[in-house]
T-cell receptor, first 115, second 111 residues
Framework: GAVVSQHPSWVICKSGTSVKIECRSLDFQATTMFWYRQFPKQSLMLMATSNEGSKATYEQGVEKDKFLINHASLTLSTLTVTSAHPEDSSFYIC???????????FGPGTRLTVT | TQLLEQSPQFLSIQEGENLTVYCNSSSVFSSLQWYRQEPGEGPVLLVTVVTGGEVKKLKRLTFQFGDARKDSSLHITAAQPGDTGLYLCAGERGDDYKLSFGAGTTVTVRA
């Protein structure tokens, strides 16, 4: 149980274009989803918290107009990187949790490369 | 400055040896989780500890949560090459369920 999927697993896009990443909880209803970014050889950095049906909460220093998050249902959250630039290249990982549980379950990650 | 300090940063041992990874903070956590991450994949949850002084065992892995809920350790007995990976501790402080991650410990077990 507690499976989280991400799509796509990797994507290459040109500078200036937008990319959408999907995060789905496959066997549970996720009351909260989180989006993280991870640079090579580094730990995970929380970008934003997403609750179903409400606006995402962004961490300090994360541009909400650049990283658009939508959590339209209890099983799906999307992260759209708008007007991507090479410095946005990174490994993006989502996680999900359900009500009254401490654990977060992570997706397999999406490798974004902006050329 | 990271909220959770993990040590050591790197650990390379021979198969069959034991190892311990530490996770320390000056903050109190309501829960602490340990994950293992393989290159190019998402972290996989190993354990969650919530009670001060709690000890949990998962086969050859033993996890401890400090009495004051500020620190934790992961001990692996008789390490195997399959234990190789990045071990991450992550703590939750409030009721927003956000996790603060340590910098990670890269463990390499040589056959």
């Amino acid at each position: 149980g507690a499976v989280v999927s991400q799509h796509p697993s990797w994507v290459i896009c040109k500078s200036g274009t937008s990319v959408k990443i999907e995060c789905r909880s496959l066997d549970f209803q996720a009351t909260t989803m989180f989006w993280y970014r991870q640079f090579p050889k580094q730990s995970l950095m929380l970008m934003a918290t997403s609750n179903e049906g409400s606006k995402a909460t962004y961490e300090q220093g994360v541009e909400k107009d650049k990283f658009l998050i939508n959590h339209a249902s209890l099983t799906l959250s999307t992260l759209t990187v708008t007007s991507a630039h090479p410095e946005d290249s990174s490994f993006y990982i989502c996680s999900a949790r359900w009500s009254n549980r401490y654990e977060q379950y992570f997706g397999p990650g999406t490798r974004l490369t902006v050329t | 400055t990271q909220l959770l300090e993990q040590s050591p940063q790197f650990l390379s041992i021979q198969e069959g040896e034991n190892l311990t990874v530490y996770c320390n903070s000056s903050s109190v956590f309501s829960s602490l989780q340990w994950y293992r991450q393989e290159p190019g994949e998402g972290p996989v949850l190993l354990v969650t500890v919530v009670t001060g002084g709690e000890v949990k065992k998962l086969k050859r892995l033993t996890f401890q949560f400090g009495d004051a809920r500020k620190d934790s350790s992961l001990h692996i007995t008789a390490a195997q090459p399959g234990d190789t990976g990045l071990y991450l501790c992550a703590g939750e402080r409030g009721d927003d369920y956000k996790l603060s991650f340590g910098a990670g410990t890269t463990v390499t077990v040589r056959a």
